[in-house]
């Protein structure tokens, strides 16, 4: 449960709890959570929100997650009550009870490139009835790995491939990006490999922040590097570095500036492979 607060919830997994509200996650009071590339499966409520349950002035940003197989009288996905919510390269399927997402109150609802399927109770219903063919978002059954026993990998055949916003970051294999918290590699079709670690690894500190945020990465082998800094729309507003670099450990600062609050994305390149990270800015 978060009351205020900005948590930053980035590849993580929520899976068969139980709760009154929120069988996974409750946010409350003002907060702004980021959810980004996590799985929320098998989660139960007796009052709302089998996954998400959030209410009174939260500003919630879920970008490629999936949510599956959640649970509840009112919201089996989500159940949001007052506030600002953003969905994105997202999936909800499968519900048990309640409907993808429910709503209360006064809500700004933005969501884009999502697939809503299977759920009891409804997919696009309510006030995001006629959001179904619009920005992207489609209701088609995401053809998961092993659906029955819980494995939400997208299958080679699935819909969601190559089906969100095609002005977000590629995924890893350089291919548009696909819907849901994992990714399906299309250069070798392995389901949701991961980019080899023995390469290079990155990660960026402090995430949120509100000055600048420092991309730290290192590599086992010289390589031309280039860090490249993109929008929420995809688009590419600076780089960062460019040249090459010997094995090591490195870092570049980026300072936002005069730039407005809000999701950014790193892309650094080095020998062949690429990495993608978010960083949530607030001023």
Not at 17 to 41: D, Q
Not at 213 to 227: A, C, D, N, Q, W
Request: aromatic residues 12%; glycine residues 12%; proline residues 6%.
């Amino acid at each position: 449960m978060a009351n205020h607060g900005n948590p930053l919830i980035d590849s993580c997994r929520f899976i068969d709890n139980i709760a009154e509200s929120g069988g996974s996650m409750f946010f409350n009071n003002g907060s702004a959570p980021f959810i980004h590339r996590s799985l929320i499966h098998g989660n139960t409520a007796s009052g709302g929100g089998g996954g998400l349950f959030a209410e009174v002035q939260v500003a919630a940003t879920i970008v490629n997650c999936t949510f599956s197989d959640n649970s509840s009288l009112e919201g089996g996905g989500i159940d949001f009550r007052q506030g600002d919510l953003t969905i994105h390269n997202t999936i909800i399927g499968f519900s048990g009870q309640g409907g993808s997402v429910s709503f209360r109150g006064n809500n700004n609802i933005t969501i884009s490139y999502s697939d809503f399927y299977g759920n009891i109770g409804g997919d696009w219903f309510g006030p995001i009835a006629d959001l179904l063919g619009v920005n992207g978002n489609i209701s088609l059954d995401p053809m998961f790995v092993d659906h029955a026993n819980g494995d939400c990998r997208l299958s080679g055949d699935s819909p969601c491939i190559d089906a969100g916003d095609p002005l977000s970051p590629y995924d890893p294999d350089s291919t548009i990006a696909d819907m849901g918290a994992y990714y399906f590699d299309q250069l070798t079709n392995i389901i949701n490999p991961s980019i080899p670690n023995n390469y290079f690894s990155v990660m960026n500190y402090p995430n949120p922040f509100n000055s600048t945020t420092t991309i730290r990465y290192h590599l086992t082998e010289p390589s031309r590097v280039s860090i490249d800094i993109y929008d929420l729309l995809g688009r590419e507003i600076e780089t960062l570095s460019q040249g090459y670099r010997p094995a090591g450990s490195h870092r570049t600062v980026w300072d936002p500036d005069r730039k407005p609050s809000g999701l950014y994305f790193y892309k650094v390149d080095a020998g062949g492979y690429s990495e993608t990270g978010e960083m949530l800015y607030l001023r």
